[in-house]
């Protein structure tokens, strides 16, 4: 059974799987988002924003290499889109762009596989509809043994229809032994949402496996929220892994099992245009505990109030919150991980990191050791 982790693209992502142990990295399945990448520097403040897509290509072809699989996909979030990312979606010939990116991107990476892109123009009739999806599923059909399709579980009520339209070719694709994997995007889950989400996505899964008897199913969400102060307290507090409860609710009630997967702790709404907070930012050190939970503590910065300065050092807070982490009753050690490691290494010499950047990959990459664990303790027992 494996972990399948949806990775957005950016900087801290990049460092939180770069270093994971490669015995580690050897058991995920990543869903590779391709995003806009990074803005270019331009002096022009009028000029419109250009993105670095290229060196998200990159980073697919050298990075993931050492996965289990490395799928990718076009991100659907709003704010990581740019005409670049647009472009490749277009429905036009067979979505032969997209096509024409997935191969160009397995030529260089063999652990490539293809999402299934459905994204028809809005004023395509249901015959061009159905010709460009087709095409692109031949397409994929003919080079890979995997082909996934992502659905957005609670936003898009018309995605079975799609699985319906495509069950006789993907039927026939795994008849021959291939793989047709659907994930159920459960995006932001709330917490206390678990059963609901289950008994709601219920009747979905059936009729996905009315019309696709040996499709792979895999639930995916995250219950990280864009601010830590939207769920808990300024200062510390501990919220659970609602996507790891509703995977267990999901498994309680289908006797056909359905995978898991996450966002690696990650919550898929940047912050990147939100005005920064300078010298007020707290420092803060998350920790996901062997309890499928995570804590935090925040450290706010000593503030000179008539200059506006800051009079803690940044790397200083940092340890103070590193210290607060692991004197905490819910720490417990992770073995073979880098993140870990770091919190340590904060609190008993200097950090490493004085950015939230930096411990947000800490975080992601202990949550990625931690969910591993897990799924291998319940295979061996």
């Known amino acids: 059974m494996s972990y399948h982790l949806v990775l957005k693209t950016g900087d801290s992502e990049i460092r939180a799987w770069r270093n994971l142990s490669l015995d580690r990295q050897s058991l995920v399945s990543v869903h590779c988002e391709i995003t806009r990448g990074r803005k270019k520097p331009n002096k022009d403040k009028s000029a419109p924003f250009e993105y670095n897509i290229a060196k998200v290509f990159e980073v697919i072809q050298t ?35 997209w096509v024409n990116a997935v191969q160009g991107l397995y030529d260089n990476n063999p652990k490539v596989r293809p999402t299934l892109i459905v994204n028809p123009n809005s004023d395509d009739d249901f015959d061009t509809f159905q010709d460009d999806i087709f095409a692109q599923f031949d397409a994929f059909a003919g080079q890979f043994d995997l082909i996934s399709y992502r659905a957005s579980v609670l ?32 995006e932001c889950i709330q917490p206390s949402t678990a059963t609901l989400h289950a008994s709601y996505v219920a009747p979905i899964i059936r009729e996905i496996r009315q019309a696709i008897p040996d499709v792979r199913i895999v639930s995916v969400g995250t219950s990280f929220p864009k601010s830590v102060t939207d769920l808990g307290d300024d200062d510390t507090d501990e919220f659970r892994l609602e996507e790891s409860y509703l995977h267990d609710e999901i498994n309680r009630t289908h006797n056909q099992p359905v995978g898991y997967g996450d966002y690696g702790s990650i919550n898929p709404i940047r912050n990147d245009f939100s005005p920064p907070v300078g010298i ?29 300065v800051l009079l803690s050092p940044r790397v200083a807070m940092y340890k103070t ?5 692991m004197s905490d009753t819910k720490f417990s050690s992770v073995e073979d991980s880098w993140g870990y490691d770091k919190i340590v290494e904060a609190a008993e010499k200097s950090p490493e990191g004085k950015s939230p950047s930096f411990w947000i990959s800490v975080r992601m990459e202990i949550h990625i050791c931690r969910r591993i664990d897990v799924i291998r303790s319940r295979i061996e027992s």
Request: charged share 30%.
């Open 63 to 97: 990075d993931f290499q050492n996965c289990e699989v490395c799928v990718v996909d076009i991100t659907r979030e709003p704010t990581l889109r740019s005409t670049e990312t647009e472009s490749l979606g277009r429905s036009e010939n067979g979505y032969a762009d």
């Open 155 to 186: 936003h898009d009520e018309s995605f079975v229809d799609d699985l319906v339209m495509l069950s006789g070719k993907v039927n026939a694709y795994v008849a021959m032994g291939n793989v047709f994997e659907v994930l159920l995007d459960f």
């Open 280 to 308: 007020h930012l707290r420092a803060r050190v998350d920790f996901p505990t062997d309890r499928e939970t995570i804590f935090y503590h925040r450290v706010a910065p000593s503030i000179d109030k008539e200059r506006n």
């Open 321 to 325: 919150a590193a210290k607060l982490v």
